[in-house]
């Protein structure tokens, strides 16, 4: 039990790290460029975590199967990173964090057309109920892209959503063929390289070097990538997906409290409905699975 509790407390601080993120990057906008920030951000979290993940990891890990599938990785992590971060040059914390986590809801028909595993019911019951919060929290069906509706940001971040959906098919894949401390040095230094790549191609750079800037790159580097990606790593796995999923969910909630904190930017009451629509589409397509799972396992006689 105190097991339990101990993992479940550190999982919710790292939603909590999480949520804060999207504050910290809104903030950190001002002085610096979205692409180049990434591209900061991700190579410094590799360099960083490259020793810490290496201790106690076999020997020749580093195989040119991991490089091809850490690439692939990289990339679709940075096209989730992308569209998070630019989106928030033009959308409020509050909207960013909720539909970019959608992406959770997208993940099983990604596998459904790149893998053939069919969606269950309950994915496709989450998924009308989670669109049906996108439009109200942007307000697209009579606001469209006037009168406070849809916005640059919210697309941006709609396609941050659709990356990290990538990011998560691509990765639970790739697991299975190689060693997952290699895959997450990898594909954060693939991710922080193409996006200082594409720095000359898609904007123009800026970089400020305030102090504002220094502590947003310290916490999201050192706490919004490598310690929280430590903490899931080694806790995680000591819940049922049941629990963390329900943990997870925490992440956009945590990212419109500190953005009303920070910004003074509540939310109105049509984007907390679509707020609370998008969270309980996901939470019931997950809880569809799992307990209908556990239902199968049960009655072909497997303990749950």
């Known amino acids: 039990m105190k097991r339990d509790v101990r993992a479940e407390s550190l999982l919710v601080l790292t939603t909590l790290i999480w949520g804060g993120t999207f504050a910290v990057i809104k903030s950190a906008l001002a002085d610096i460029s979205p692409m180049l920030m990434i591209g900061l951000r991700f190579t410094l979290a590799a360099a960083l975590s490259w020793p810490l993940l290496m201790r106690g990891s076999p020997k020749n890990i580093f195989t040119p199967v991991a490089w091809l599938w850490g690439a692939a990785i990289g990339f679709a992590m940075l096209v989730g990173y992308a569209g998070q971060t630019i989106g928030l040059k033009y959308t409020s914390v509050a909207r960013s964090g909720f539909i970019t986590y959608s992406f959770a809801l997208f993940v099983p028909f990604l596998q459904f057309f790149l893998l053939g595993k069919r969606p269950d019911w309950g994915n496709l019951l989450g ?36 990356g990290y959906a990538f990011y998560i098919v691509l990765l639970d894949r790739a697991s299975k063929v190689s060693h997952p401390a290699a895959l997450t040095v990898i594909q954060m230094l693939f991710c922080g390289v193409f996006a200082l790549g594409l720095v000359p191609l898609v904007e123009e750079p800026v970089l400020l070097p305030t102090w504002r800037l220094a502590g947003a790159m310290f916490y999201l580097v050192i706490f919004g990538s490598v310690l929280a990606l430590a903490l899931m790593n080694w806790f995680q796995r000591r819940l049922t997906p049941l629990r963390a999923v329900l943990i997870y969910a925490l992440e956009p909630v945590f990212a419109a409290l500190i953005g009303w904190l920070a910004f003074n930017s509540g939310m109105s009451s049509r984007e907390m409905i679509g707020a609370a629509l998008i969270l309980g589409g996901i939470v019931v397509s997950d809880l569809w699975v799992l307990l209908t799972g556990a239902w199968k396992r049960r009655r072909e006689g497997y303990k749950i």
């Open 127 to 162: 998924l009308v109920v989670v669109f049906l919060g996108l439009s109200y929290i942007t307000d697209a069906i009579s606001g469209g892209f006037i009168n406070g509706g849809i916005n640059k940001g919210d697309l941006y971040s709609f396609l941050g959503a659709l």
